[in-house]
């Protein structure tokens, strides 16, 4: 018995030490670890191959400091974060349709905008339908009272600035050229159409007459304290461009609600008889309207009021996760406080041209004297040692914009005040710099329109080309009989852009200005996006003028977006 | 017996199976195959770890092209090669001293001098110590006859530029500034000093005798066809630069053999009395020195007349191999030939005077009678659409160089043959292009002195500033009775300078000449060893005027070479 169960026990030992014996002799060749040897599958793999020869090196830049590169197979590897910040050029990476990863190099990150057909003074103004201009963070609001935007740029109490009020109704006049007619609805008119209003059972009172001032029918509301006439919206209406007429009494106000699906909230937009430009408290954004005893027109953008009301208090860098989108915003309902009467309350897709005038009937107010439209705000340009321009100053782009504002508003309208309001905007392109114009001679040789009226003068490229296209945009809709002024202003002007164009030419992109040669301090580079538009400028200026000066320039710094440089010697 | 077997057997198996597992329970922890571990080894080995992350990936350039890339850990690297191209930067893998490899990258790779004190006109011209004329692969060779370099860069017969040859005066009056004493040996003066030459037995003669001529005892020699009498360089000398006088018929030569210890080969150069200037055959290679009755004194780099004598025939990108090594050279022996005699045969580490007044020589007696040196090649200056310069033009590079040169001359020797020629060299300057002059007016203003007299005008920067450094040397060492016209063009030229200066910045470099105002094409960039000099020119100049656009210039310059830019907008 003992020897059957040393031999059974020693057996099992035995098969058992075989078995793995046996999975050894398997096993072993897998085994062997051996710097210079893999399994087949890691054989196979590139990362296998990549990793006797892929190796950290430094990268001593100019004697300077260095930077961590990669080295492989005899070529080196620099990262792109640091040409990034070496060479100012952008990058990103991107999954392709295929999901495929890849790296977008771009060597200036901006749009050139190529002509199909020669510019129209009476249509688009350049490619500006791509502009919102009240959607640029350093706009604080559009304001209730007239309807165009109020900037921070340069204070943050906000100022009216031309040259941006012209670019906002450029904007919107291109965008009425470009897009598709606009969908509109009208929920009251006093007449046929009549909205749904719910109206308090004690203290409030609706109804609809005729009424002399505005010649139609209207509708007329009172409410007591606290009491609210108003509208539900039943339907929902993905349009968001509100229009009312308005006339009402100074302890009133016109309410429109919106909730914010995406986050459970509801912004309310109260547009009152006050002159303050913009107030919030929570949700609750108020927009004065100033409001007089005649009537008044308001047509708003309500994504726009709301979105600045949320941004109102939020600095630039944290905006990101507050923006809105507009599929999740849904207008509920509409209501009115205190006394007066409403016509033509519409909801619309657009109505660009309504902003469109907002802007003309602004720079035809605001209009000095001496025909110039002030830029009320101190201006200093950093790092030139140059004094800061004092408020009222005068811009030849502020000038230029405005008469292309000015020349579409006569063309469209045919009403001459506008034509006037352009003509007299000419003056001051008469007036040297040193007696408050904006005339320059660059080299005490050629005229030249200042955006930025400095002494010395710094010859700014892009505000100056803006300023011809305005007036040659005013060339273009005057009468025969009042055009010789302007058309002096701009042959003058093109004259002078030939012979000076070069001078900003830096064989690898363009330069802002010439303080350069004005001051004779460091170089002013324009930044990618300015360059962009210096292309695209003289893209615009050779459908008009065949001189190759315009179209060959344009054709080589276009070249530059690409990276492309001029040669050297 | 048989169970006792049978157990021994099992016995043994089990045992060596079971040594065997215990085997295996040390050895498994190192078998475990899994793509996330490795051995206490691969653990450690940083190949490891990139392994997973490291891959390829596709930067899309710009929407244009593509170019293979690396990803890691998110970072994309881009390789050098292409940055090598797409930038115009330079990169070179080196070895540390602690046999580390870095990568040296360069955003110009070329060298700027800071003047430790105030220019001295009397002394070393900018930098060019650092100067190697006759070096130079399109210089053909020295010349034997006027002792000045040929240059065959604008076309391959060759021809004398004044401006080459002034550099290689001016090189060599400034490495003899900063170089120490050369050593010198006179192996043969006809009197004190008798080297030790074979003279054939039979129908060859040598003496020394005293000559009237050079008022001093001289070596004379008469060989028949085919013998020499012949100094044998018993001891090795690593001086190369050989100087003789001689006046020998016009059958006779003067010879040098040299032996090149590395290839075992020996070269043969003959200093022959024709005026070809050079021919080879095989290793034999013939300098033409003219011969005339008089005496004429030859200094040689006997190590260029070989170089050159190498190169003859082989184009430029050939020649690296066949670049000899001084040290390898050894000088056996000397041989005259013919009739003649010789006086102060002397070997120098260098003789850089001598060199500098051959030079200066050959400007006197090649100035024309308007004062200018003209260029007797033609000239086109590719890419400018301009029409070629014809043979004949001056160049105030040229003019200034020489002026440069004329002015040590006149220093250095007291003799007024170089003062008068430097003051007649300026006539040139006060006539305009369109007259055979160098003088044009920028944006007809602006006076400059053209290095390439076009029409329309180029403004080169370099040669520009050369011209007016010459102008300061011949202002400084004029007497003061003469010095009125040189110091209206110095004073007018720098006054030029200033006001142009900034329409030379490229806001990353600079420009080579202004032909993208004056012709309104792509322009110019300096390449970046004419970058280095602008900076190093207009370091110079502001050692001698305090204007502080000269200095803050170069300071921002100098930046560029460091890759460093002018801020954007």
Redo the contacts between chains.
């Keep these: 018995m003992r020897?059957i169960k040393?031999?059974n026990l020693?057996?099992a030992?035995?098969f058992?030490?075989?078995f793995?014996?046996v999975g050894?002799l398997f096993?072993w060749p897998?085994?062997t670890?051996d710097n210079n040897e893999f399994?087949s599958t890691w054989k196979h793999?590139e990362?296998?191959k990549?990793?006797?020869q892929?190796?950290?090196?430094?990268?001593?830049?100019?004697?300077?400091y260095?930077?961590k590169?990669?080295?492989?197979n005899g070529?080196?590897?620099?990262?792109?974060?640091f040409?990034h910040k070496?060479?100012?050029i952008s990058?990103k990476?991107v999954k392709t349709i295929t999901n495929?990863?890849?790296?977008?190099?771009?060597?200036c990150n901006a749009r050139i905008y190529y002509p199909k057909s020669k510019y129209n003074p009476k249509g688009v103004f350049a490619y500006f339908e791509n502009y919102s201009v009240e959607n640029r963070d350093r706009v604080k609001c559009v304001s209730g009272i007239e309807g165009v935007p109020i900037t921070t740029q340069w204070d943050p109490a906000g100022y009216f600035y031309p040259t941006q009020i012209a670019q906002y109704g450029l904007a919107h006049y291109s965008k009425n050229r470009t897009e598709p007619e606009p969908r509109r609805k009208v929920l009251e008119d006093g007449d046929g159409v009549v909205g749904e209003w719910s109206v308090p059972k004690s203290g409030g009172y609706a109804g609809r007459q005729y009424n002399e001032q505005v010649n139609s029918y209207v509708f007329n509301f009172h409410t007591s304290e606290s009491q609210t006439v108003s509208f539900a919206m039943n339907s929902a209406s993905s349009d968001y461009v509100l229009s009312i007429t308005l006339s009402i009494l100074s302890n009133s106000s016109l309410s429109i609600h919106i909730n914010n699906t995406e986050r459970g909230e509801t912004y309310r937009l109260h547009y009152v008889c006050s002159r303050d430009l913009l107030n919030t408290q929570g949700n609750d954004f108020y927009y004065g309207i100033g409001c007089s005893t005649t009537w008044q027109t308001l047509t708003r953008d309500l994504i726009n009021d709301v979105q600045k009301g949320v941004y109102l208090h939020v600095p630039f860098h944290k905006r990101s996760k507050l923006k809105l989108i507009k599929s999740k915003l849904k207008i509920i309902s509409i209501h009115l406080y205190g006394s007066g009467s409403i016509d033509n309350l519409t909801l619309s897709s657009s109505d660009h041209m309504a902003m469109f005038y907002n802007a003309a009937q602004w720079l035809v107010n605001h209009q000095d004297n001496s025909g110039g439209w002030p830029n009320l705000v101190t201006r200093r340009i950093t790092?030139s040692g140059l004094n800061d321009l004092q408020p009222g100053w005068y811009s030849a782009m502020g000038q230029g914009h405005a008469i292309s504002v000015l020349s579409r508003a006569y063309y469209h309208s045919g009403n001459p005040v506008y034509l006037n309001a352009a003509l007299k905007g000419l003056k001051v392109f008469r007036v040297p710099v040193s007696k408050g114009g904006v005339l320059s001679k660059f080299?005490d040789?050629v005229p030249w329109y200042e955006e930025y009226p400095t002494s010395p003068c710094l010859s700014i490229l892009n505000g100056f080309i803006y300023s011809l296209i305005g007036l040659y945009d005013l060339l273009s809709v005057s009468p025969k009989a009042k055009s010789k002024e302007v058309t002096f202003l701009y042959e003058q002007g093109m004259s002078s852009l030939k012979r000076m164009l070069?001078?900003y030419?830096?064989?690898?992109?363009s330069?802002?200005d010439l303080r350069?040669?004005t001051l004779?301090?460091?170089?002013?580079?324009?930044?990618?996006d300015?360059h962009a538009t210096h292309v695209n400028q003289l893209l615009l200026l050779a459908t008009i003028d065949k001189d190759s000066?315009l179209a060959?320039t344009a054709e080589?710094w276009a070249g530059y977006v690409?990276?492309k440089?001029?040669?050297?010697?």
């Design positions: 020897i040393i031999i020693k057996s030992v035995a058992l030490c075989l793995v014996c050894i096993m897998q085994c670890v399994s793999s990362g296998a990549n990793l006797k892929f190796e950290d090196i430094s990268c001593q830049i100019n004697g300077d260095s930077v590169c990669k080295k492989l070529e080196v590897y620099v990262p792109f974060t040409l070496y060479f100012d990058g990476l495929e990863e890849t790296f977008e190099w771009a060597h790092g080299m040789k070069s001078l030419d830096t064989g690898s992109g330069f802002y350069h040669v004779g301090i460091a170089p002013k580079i324009a930044r990618c300015y000066i060959s080589r690409q990276g440089r001029a040669s050297h010697n």
